[in-house]
């Protein structure tokens, strides 16, 4: 089992930057890629960003590309989502997720979740 909590939402106006964090706990955190997700109300849950387990692959969403960076911090069992040049369409509740083989950008594939961060874009 593996529980998460991020942290780090809020609001922002649109070309400010932000970090959240997501810290972990449970099994060991080194053997499980993990992943940043966000939903726009109305809209489906979506990949943005995930970083494999020793942090030496990472895999974007087009539409993050250069703007967000996933890293991660396996002393501190913790991954952290920072993101510039914010856009109000980046507005969303952010989710941290878990999975215990390779790089996934799918929903479906991450087994745990934590509970999400709001982080609103101004313009």
């Known amino acids: 089992q593996v529980q998460l909590v991020e942290s780090g939402g809020g609001l922002v106006q649109a070309g400010d930057s932000r970090r959240l964090a997501c810290a972990a706990s449970?099994?060991?955190?080194?053997?499980?890629?993990l992943g940043w997700f966000r939903q726009a109300p109305g809209k489906e849950r979506e990949f943005v960003a995930a970083?494999?387990?020793?942090?030496?692959?990472?895999y974007y969403a087009d539409s993050v590309k250069g703007r967000f960076t996933i890293s991660r911090d396996n002393a501190k069992i913790t991954v952290y989502l920072q993101m510039s040049s914010l856009k109000p369409e980046d507005t969303a509740v952010y989710y941290c997720?878990?999975?215990?083989?390779?790089?996934?950008?799918?929903?479906?594939?991450?087994?745990?979740w934590g509970q999400g961060t709001q982080v609103t874009v101004s313009s």
């Open positions: 997720a878990a999975r215990r083989d390779y790089l996934a950008p799918r929903v479906n594939e991450y087994d745990y």
């Open positions: 449970g099994r060991i955190f080194s053997f499980y890629t």
């Open positions: 970083i494999s387990g020793r942090g030496e692959a990472t």
